[in-house]
């Protein structure tokens, strides 16, 4: 915000808060154009046709679970020995 302070004249001891100076140089916030074109977007995918692969995904759902990762033995314990002689070192 300092530079918006330079072009409206004002210094830090003027006491003006800095939505104050936004709102008198006319600046939107990058949140509401970052809203605007996200509200822009989701029209154009809605009117495009069922088929097409944008609006397809916007309501897309996965079924089923997925993957829970790396298995552990069945005791809880990885023998990190048994795992470092797999394991060629040069």
């Known amino acids: 915000m300092k530079h918006l302070r330079r072009t409206a004249g004002y210094t830090w001891t003027d006491y003006k808060t800095n939505a104050q100076i936004a709102k008198e140089l006319k600046i939107t916030a990058i949140l509401d154009k970052l809203l605007e074109y996200k509200r822009s977007w989701i029209q154009d ?22 993957n829970l990762g790396r298995k552990v033995p069945d005791d809880g314990y990885i023998n990190v020995r048994n795992l470092l002689s797999t394991v060629e070192v040069k």
């Open 45 to 66: 995918v809605n009117r495009m046709p069922r088929n097409r692969v944008p609006r397809v995904m916007k309501h897309y759902c996965p079924t089923g679970r997925r």
